[in-house]
């Protein structure tokens, strides 16, 4: 069964540059979300996506945007990067915004900003 | 503030012996309750959750896990661990409104013995 694509998997910036995160949900799925483990950490909710719009809005720095597209693919921004980003970013999707939807994660794209 | 609670950061069993991973959360109403587990290298799959009705729920892989109101726990529990099992472990909650933002406990590191 297909499940949510993450790339890139791992990457490597410098302090002050710029990350883009690409999120690919399940088929059918309209809505994602984007969550952040930091080291030892437990997941921290970023922002959510339902039919395009934002639907819900977390702990997430100015320095981040995002969006869902057309296609439902999402896609984090993250400029200005600082040390403290370093983190796992996971994505999820579900079938419909709500509590009562499961969210299938992807496998998480491991960003390490030197 | 919502807040959800992993007591045990690492748990270490023998193949074969009963596991029970503790789980309680801080919010004034019953929310959504989730079990996840991430194997290294993996998203986070749902092993299984309590929106309402039987205290006791059965999941994936042999788990189960009992909701109990008068302790706001959410415990997990499986009757004979599996060297496969070895994996961590994260509670999380849902308010139950119609925004699907979990919140994350920080999680239980569970390693097998053979």
């Known amino acids: 069964a297909a499940g949510v694509i993450q790339s890139p998997r791992h990457l490597i910036k410098e302090k002050r540059e710029t990350a883009t995160l690409k999120c690919y949900p399940i088929p059918r799925h309209d809505t994602v979300y984007w969550y952040q483990q930091g080291p030892g950490q437990d997941p921290q909710f970023l922002i959510s996506f339902y039919e395009k719009m934002q639907s819900d809005k977390g702990s997430i720095p100015d320095r981040f945007s995002a969006q869902q597209f057309s296609d439902y693919h999402s896609e984090l921004n993250m400029s200005s990067l600082e040390l403290g980003d370093s983190a796992l970013y996971f994505c999820?999707?579900?079938?419909?915004?709500?509590?009562?939807?499961?969210?299938?994660f992807g496998p998480g794209t491991r960003l390490t900003v030197l | 503030a919502q807040s959800v609670t992993q007591p045990d950061i690492h748990i270490t069993v023998s193949e074969g012996a009963s596991l029970e991973l503790r789980c309680n959360y801080s919010y004034g109403a019953t929310p959504y309750l989730f079990w996840y587990v991430q194997s290294p290298g993996q998203g986070l799959q749902l092993l299984l959750k309590?929106?309402?009705?039987?205290?006791l729920v059965q999941g994936i892989k042999g788990f189960e896990a009992e909701f109990k109101r008068s302790q706001s726990s959410f415990n997990l529990r499986k009757p004979s661990v599996h060297w496969s099992d070895a994996a961590e472990y994260f509670c999380a909650v849902n308010r139950g409104s119609t925004l699907g933002r979990l919140y994350f406990g920080r999680g239980t590191q569970l390693t097998v013995w053979p």
């Open positions: 999820a999707s579900s079938l419909e915004a709500g509590g009562d939807n499961e969210q299938f």
């Open positions: 309590y929106f309402s009705g039987d205290t």
